[in-house]
């Protein structure tokens, strides 16, 4: 089963995760670098913040089932996936800075209800708190984990 970060064991772990990021860190699967991920997994907390305005895509992730199956359950595929260019809205600048950021957003994001009103998602549509805890947390181990952290 996922994590979340609203879970304060399974946050602490990504969090140790992030700080072990560097520039050395080498991808093992897309097109990403270490420098262009971090600021990506930011944009995504900013976006569920409500910070980064995103357009609405219709299709079969707006369908309740299928949302539940990608966000909880469903391997990610590894390799090109055409995010929302919103997740992509951050300039990178030096890495130490952006882990920091990151780190912060993460922070930010847990503070936040999990049971009150939340941004919709370009794909999925209407998100629960929980529904982009998981969400959250499995779109930073995914890239995480294609870093080798």
């Known amino acids: 089963m996922p994590g979340t970060l609203f879970d304060a064991n ?14 050395e860190s080498t991808r093992r699967w897309g097109r990403m ?9 930011a944009d995504q907390l900013r976006m569920a913040l409500g910070e980064i305005p995103c357009r609405s895509f219709s299709g079969p992730l707006r369908f309740a ?5 990608s966000i ?3 391997p ?7 995010a929302p260019r919103e997740l992509f809205s951050t ?13 912060d957003l993460v922070s930010r994001f847990a503070t936040a209800a999990p049971n ?10 209407p998100l629960s708190g929980r529904d982009w ?16 952290v």
Do not use: N
């Not at 946050?11 to 520039?23: A, F, H, M, T, Y």
């Not at 990610?76 to 055409?82: A, D, F, I, M, S």
């Not at 805890?133 to 080798?148: I, S, Y």
């Open 76 to 82: 990610w595929p590894r390799g090109r996936v055409k």
């Open 91 to 103: 300039t990178p600048s030096e890495l130490e800075a952006d882990v920091r950021h990151l780190k």
């Open 116 to 125: 009150a009103a939340w941004p919709e998602h370009p794909l999925f549509g």
């Open 133 to 148: 805890g998981v969400l959250a947390w499995r779109h930073m181990d995914h890239h995480l984990t294609q870093f080798g």
């Open 10 to 23: 399974d946050r602490q772990r990504i969090l140790e995760r992030v700080s072990s990021l560097s520039p």
């Open 65 to 69: 089932p299928l949302r539940w199956l």
């Open 33 to 41: 670098t270490v420098s262009q991920a971090v600021p990506h997994m």
């Open 72 to 74: 909880h359950l469903a």
